[in-house]
């Protein structure tokens, strides 16, 4: 069965230091993969998307993810995080039909 | 771009009356909409997914009688929940996408239902 996982449930960093976020995903073959950020009370945002080419992609507020396919992996990166970067990450993934596949999510807290 | 809105962001209503979700797309055109429900602190769970014009298609689980679905045009898809009971009070999400394969997804902010 499809599946995505994030292994870790919850991640308390400190101010500017760095961040990862893990994404397992299982699928028959490789799919779209994305990560979202969503803010207490709010709708998900766009961090960055995954679809095929450069498998280190760029996304917004300074954040990267990289696609290795031999790990089946799509892990979150930031070099430095700011307070504002507290929130719950998802990742997600769709095969070319569009039906996402969220992960459980990573709640991420960042201390000073 | 690629903005989506609902309405209302928050509704409290009695036990056993209806209650209607508002999804738009407010600068592009929505091939697709998507139905969230998220519990508190849990992760998105897909209810259904509409296309203009046609029946929305729901996840095993979900009621479609008492969940229904309209996507009446390419910028708005309604949600509305029939009879609500509190067992129903959620967070509601809904997504719009626009692309040939449905691939990137747009997400509301979200509406907080809670049923007395």
């Known amino acids: 069965a499809q599946s995505v996982t994030q292994p870790d449930i919850h991640i308390t960093v400190s101010e500017g230091a760095s961040l990862e976020l893990r994404c397992n995903y299982s699928?028959?073959?490789?799919?779209?993969l994305f990560w979202y950020v969503q803010s207490p009370g709010q709708g998900l945002q766009l961090l960055l998307k995954y679809f095929s080419g450069d498998t280190l992609v760029q996304g917004i507020k300074g954040f990267e993810a990289e696609f290795k396919r031999s790990q089946s992996s799509f892990n979150l990166r930031k070099p430095s995080v700011h307070w504002s970067d507290a929130a719950e990450y998802f990742c997600a993934a769709t095969d070319s039909w569009g039906k996402l596949q969220f992960g459980a999510g990573t709640q991420v807290v960042v201390t000073p | 771009g690629a903005v989506v809105s609902q309405h209302p962001s928050w509704v409290i209503c009695k036990s056993g009356t209806s209650v209607k979700i508002e999804c738009r797309s407010l600068?592009?055109?929505?091939?697709?909409m998507f139905w969230y429900r998220q519990f508190p602190k849990q992760s998105l769970m897909l209810m259904a997914t509409?296309?203009?014009?046609?029946?929305?298609?729901?996840e095993q689980g979900v009621e479609k009688d008492k969940f229904l679905i309209n996507h009446a045009s390419l910028t708005l898809s309604t949600l509305t929940v029939t009879s609500a009971h509190p067992e129903d009070s959620s967070f509601y999400i809904c997504s719009a996408s626009s692309g040939p394969y449905q691939e990137t997804q747009y997400f509301g902010p979200g509406t907080r239902l809670l049923v007395l």
């Open positions: 509409s296309n203009e014009g046609s029946k929305a298609t729901y």
């Open positions: 600068d592009f055109q929505a091939t697709t």
């Open positions: 699928y028959g073959a490789t799919p779209y």
